[in-house]
């Protein structure tokens, strides 16, 4: 039999029962909708997730004070630890291969100007945070290259604070306090938004030795290092920790990077993804199940038809190729249905809620497809093995 | 033609078995008209599946056209089927989505033949059962006597020798049957073995061969022409 004489024969079977076909074809498609609209979601989440954290860039290595891959702290290793200092922070960005290094150390305080004030968070950087960060100065300048021990008093406001604290008038120039400390502003940065609750706009950039005085404290909370996109981050990473250990004589630090930080991160949400879609997988599931009884039903109804095929020389192999091709077509029919609903409802959803994480990937759709044919073929695999097994001589006489 | 030789074909039914075939020797040459009659459960209708190879026989031995056919593969069976055997049935047995020209094509669709000579065969058989106007129709708009021709046209579509007809006029009225009857005969004239399964005196009558089947065994084997 030729393979577009069998097409025919079971889309022929399949439209000689247009209501029935259609509702079976709906449960494959519903399944495939939802499969396609939780992974699209997962993947929207996904791509939301490392947008968030890679938004300061991917070349990135945090050192932060403590050995941490030990799971238990006590209260004398605290004390053995060495606090990471300045001129740590200094030696680090003279590494080849680091671009830069910012010393970070975070906290909060009053911020007036004028008789208005705002609690903020203060953040002491180091004058290459907006390269290390990938942020954007809107007026004026970022702190500039001062002794990192002994930095001139000026500031640079978030968005939200300068506005809070100057409304539309300029800032630059202005005297502020922070902290009864007295700063002059010498910029403000372009938008960042939140990160981690944290509202990078809602702050104030200061020195991080004045950071440091401010908060009374003699360590720094994290080191950033921005590194050559072209350097190797193994020989970096062993460098780094090389160079601390000759300072501190012994590991009490902890090297993070932004790279691992993203593949543990890259790997939960994977997870995350499979799992929601493992739940549409149920509906596609019950849809599958909807093929098997449905082609149960068409065999018994057809055994008449089975035995005529069979006694005008069809052999079994056809009887079975006839009946798992019915499914599959049920089943493709179904699929691309289903990714068709999807697509249209992720197009609705990106319109009426354009904030909603949502991201179809043509990918997972076409990988849907391909489920929904698995799925029909194993449903189809039952019912037709049962017709091809049938005598021809019984299979004639159910009438 | 045909030659069956000791035939036995017994059914388990629960715990007794059931001899419908009881030793049965049978030869039909090529050409032959034969009716096969016998009161309901006597084999006769065994007989016929076992001849038309949708049976296989308990005992015995079954030679078709002088190849041994007793032990063939179920797929080889098939194949034999398709190419030497005709069927017509009591009930039609057509595909009730198709149309008359499909119905028809089916057998040589099985086949694997290509779609021309295919569409040739299936104008040439519906001409020929007076079914060209009607080959555009689904079986629920036919006639029964039209359903039949169908099915004989289906049959005939592969250029069988041998057609085999399990009660054909059953389920039609007298003149649809007579007319069915007529087809199958003109048929016969052209060649062709024709084996007819049938309760009706009548038409056992008109066979110029008529075996009584009783009990699973050829009670009589008369030759004579057509009254």
């Known amino acids: ?399 | 033609m045909i030659r069956l030789t000791g035939a036995y074909r017994d059914y388990t039914m629960g715990t007794q078995t059931v001899h419908a075939l009881n030793g049965v020797d049978l030869e039909v040459a090529q050409g032959e008209y034969l009716a096969i009659t016998g009161p309901s459960g006597s084999g006769k209708s065994t007989l016929l599946h076992i001849i038309g190879l949708l049976d296989r026989l308990s005992q015995g031995g079954y030679e078709l056209d002088g190849q041994d056919v007793t032990h063939l593969t179920d797929d080889k069976l098939a194949r034999v089927r398709r190419e030497t055997i005709g069927f017509v049935f009591q009930f039609f047995h057509l595909v009730p989505r198709l149309s008359a020209a499909a119905n028809v094509e089916l057998p040589l669709t099985l086949a694997g033949m290509v779609v021309a000579e295919r569409r040739e065969r299936v104008s040439a058989a519906l001409e020929s059962f007076s079914l060209a106007d009607r080959a555009d129709h689904r079986p629920d708009q036919l006639s029964g006597g039209q359903r039949q021709r169908v099915a004989i046209a289906r049959a005939m579509v592969t250029k069988p020798a041998i057609l085999l007809a399990d009660e054909p006029t059953g389920n039609l009225d007298r003149n649809a049957g007579s007319e069915v009857v007529h087809i199958l005969e003109e048929l016969n004239r052209d060649g062709l073995t024709l084996l007819m399964v049938t309760h009706d005196p009548e038409l056992s009558a008109r066979a110029r061969r008529q075996i009584r089947v009783i009990d699973g065994a050829i009670a009589k084997d008369h030759r004579g022409g057509p009254r």
């Open chain 1, 1 to 399: 039999m030729r393979n577009q004489d069998l097409i025919a024969f079971a889309g022929g079977a399949i439209f000689g029962h247009r209501l029935r076909s259609a509702l079976t074809a709906l449960g494959i498609a519903v399944g495939i909708t939802a499969v396609v609209l939780l992974t699209s979601i997962g993947e929207g989440i996904h791509r939301f997730v490392l947008a968030e954290f890679t938004q300061f860039g991917t070349n990135l290595i945090a050192v932060v004070p403590g050995k941490t891959e030990t799971m238990g702290i006590s209260a004398a290793t605290i004390s053995n630890v060495r606090p990471l200092s300045l001129n740590d922070a200094a030696a680090l960005g003279r590494l080849p291969g680091v671009i830069a290094a910012v010393p970070v150390v975070q906290g909060n305080a009053p911020v007036e100007s004028r008789g208005r004030s705002r609690r903020s968070m203060v953040l002491g950087v180091g004058p290459e945070m907006p390269a290390v960060w990938s942020m954007g100065v809107a007026a004026g300048r970022f702190l500039p290259p001062d002794d990192p021990r002994a930095p001139r008093a000026y500031a640079v406001l978030g968005k939200t604070l300068y506005t809070e604290l100057f409304g539309d008038r300029s800032a630059l120039g202005q005297r502020i306090r922070v902290g009864g400390d007295r700063y002059r502003v010498v910029g403000v940065m372009a938008p960042k938004g939140r990160f981690l609750g944290f509202d990078l706009d809602d702050a104030v950039y200061l020195p991080t030795a004045k950071a440091l005085a401010l908060f009374n404290r003699e360590s720094l909370m994290e080191i950033d290092l921005l590194y050559r996109e072209d350097a190797s981050v193994d020989a970096l990473l062993k460098q780094v920790r090389q160079r601390l250990v000759d300072r501190h004589g012994f590991e009490d630090f902890t090297i993070v990077t932004q790279q691992q930080m993203l593949d543990i991160l890259g790997s939960v949400l994977d997870v995350l993804t499979f799992a929601v879609g493992a739940l549409g997988g149920v509906s596609l599931f019950v849809g599958g199940v909807g093929i098997l009884t449905i082609m149960t039903i068409a065999v018994r109804e057809r055994t008449a038809e089975i035995g005529l095929l069979r006694a005008i020389g069809a052999r079994h192999s056809q009887i079975l190729a006839l009946f798992l091709l019915e499914a599959l077509l049920l089943a493709v029919l179904g699929g691309l249905t289903g990714v068709g609903l999807a697509l249209g409802i992720t197009g609705l959803l990106k319109l009426l809620a354009p904030a909603l994480p949502v991201y179809p990937s043509p990918g997972y759709a076409l990988l849907a497809l391909l489920l929904a044919m698995v799925v029909g073929l194993i449903s189809g695999v039952l019912p037709a093995r049962r017709a091809a097994a049938l005598q021809p001589l019984e299979a004639l006489r159910a009438e």
